[in-house]
């Protein structure tokens, strides 16, 4: 099992970035934190980001038939990219959407998501932990699409 973990603009600069609401940790903390993580469940992963939209919507079609499923936090690509929307529905690979922040307790434009059309579930405002979730919720849903799969 391999899942693509993808990061939107300006996530690169946590730890400086408004740390009242993205936390004081960095970027390569959230990495360790993922890889760590992944590597506690026996997942394979992989983790990028990219501050460019067309970046983003290339890796997630090249997704298709290398990996499992698509973590993505498209940051403020969420609340603008019908692209990014139309990528994850053209691969079709589960995805979860996440935010380190609660994106419904902020300014009204952060409430819609593109992004969240297609994607299985949303995990916020937990910091590194939405993503814990994120991966959680892909692994069983993985697994228990794999088990129907064989008892069919
Ligand atoms: C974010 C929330 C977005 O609204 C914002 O543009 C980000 C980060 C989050 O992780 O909380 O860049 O996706």
């Known amino acids: 099992m391999k899942i693509l973990i993808l990061n939107g603009p300006n996530l690169n600069l946590l730890g400086v970035r408004e740390p009242d609401i993205y936390g004081k940790r960095t970027y ?8 760590n993580h992944c590597r506690q469940l ?10 460019h939209e067309g970046v983003l919507v290339d890796w997630i079609q090249e997704a298709l038939g290398k990996f499992d499923a698509i973590v993505l936090n498209p940051a403020a690509y969420t ?3 019908v692209a990014i929307l139309d990528a994850l529905k053209a691969v079709s690979l589960p ?16 409430a819609v998501s593109y992004a969240g059309l297609a994607c299985l ?3 916020k405002g937990r910091g590194f932990d939405s993503y814990r979730e994120a991966i959680d919720f892909l692994v069983e849903y993985l697994n228990a699409h794999r088990e129907g799969e064989e008892t069919c």
């Open 28 to 35: 390569a903390d959230l990495v360790r934190f993922l890889e």
């Open 42 to 51: 026996g997942v394979g992963c992989e983790i990028r980001q990219s501050n």
């Open 79 to 81: 609340h603008t990219s």
């Open 95 to 110: 995805a979860a959407e996440v935010h380190l922040s609660d994106v419904d307790a902020r300014e009204p434009f952060r």
């Open 121 to 123: 579930t949303t995990c």
